[in-house]
T-cell receptor, first 113, second 112 residues
Framework: DAKTTQPPSMDCAEGRAANLPCNHS???????VYWYRQIHSQGPQYIIH???NNETNEMASLIITEDRKSSTLILPHATLRDTAVYYC??????????????FGKGTKLTVNP | SQTIHQWPATLVQPVGSPLSLECTVE??????LYWYRQAAGRGLQLLFY??????ISSEVPQNLSASRPQDRQFILSSKKLLLSDSGFYLC???????????FGQGTRLTVV
């Protein structure tokens, strides 16, 4: 089962910031938070990841709470092309050392003109 | 640079027929490999993952199997397809722990 909880859908006006929340209350100390998005009929695309510090790249910013039990993905100026399903994932490591990526249901973000 | 190839892009198969989907990765060695399925309107379900040649972990009981005959090759198979096997199948790989995952373009399978 996925270790994250996200709202099923959100709307955002074009040009405004989109703030997508994620709860991961059972995250362990060495697990990272990843964000991916999936545009219809395509494979998921990596956006950003972080451990405990806030992160920023050319696509988005990731804000992780101090207790690491939740995070927020911020798209600073949403465009129509940002309409997609956004997945928040906590990385899992099995006994074999692999990273087992378990996706939840994600948040369907709709950017409106 | 690393790339991932997945084929075919679309496939229509009759119930009871066999299935073989292939995924190959270039530009890296010892990747962790994954097969996911996405039913219409649903999220991504992890089917199999592999940390090395011949090492396959199955996540859910199902009509499918996976094999990894070479380091950068991952194959999804079925001996007899069911209608419920229809969906969008995605292959992915990761490298060192806590790096991003790269996904193929997917195969849309319709079982009729």
């Amino acid at each position: 089962d996925a270790k994250t909880t996200q709202p099923p859908s959100m709307d955002c006006a074009e040009g405004r910031a989109a703030n997508l929340p994620c709860n991961h209350s059972t995250i362990s100390g060495n697990e990272y938070v990843y964000w991916y998005r999936q545009i219809h009929s395509q494979g998921p695309q990596y956006i950003i990841h972080g451990l405990k510090n806030n992160e920023t790249n050319e696509m988005a910013s990731l804000i992780i709470t101090e207790d690491r039990k939740s995070s927020t993905l911020i798209l600073p100026h949403a465009t129509l092309r940002d309409t997609a399903v956004y997945y928040c994932i906590v990385s899992l490591v099995t006994q074999g050392g692999s990273e087992k990526l378990v996706f939840g249901k994600g948040t369907k973000l709709t950017v409106n003109p | 640079s690393q790339t991932i190839h997945q084929w075919p892009a679309t496939l229509v198969q009759p119930v009871g027929s066999p299935l073989s989907l292939e995924c190959t990765v270039e530009g890296t060695s010892n990747p962790n490999l994954y097969w996911y399925r996405q039913a219409a309107g649903r999220g991504l379900q992890l089917l199999f993952y592999s940390v090395g040649i011949g090492q396959i972990s199955s996540e859910v009981p199902q009509n499918l199997s996976a094999s990894r005959p070479q380091d950068r090759q991952f194959i999804l198979s079925s001996k007899k397809l069911l209608l419920s096997d229809s969906g969008f199948y995605l292959c992915a790989w990761t490298g060192l722990r806590n790096t991003e995952a790269f996904f193929g373009q997917g195969t849309r399978l319709t079982v009729v």
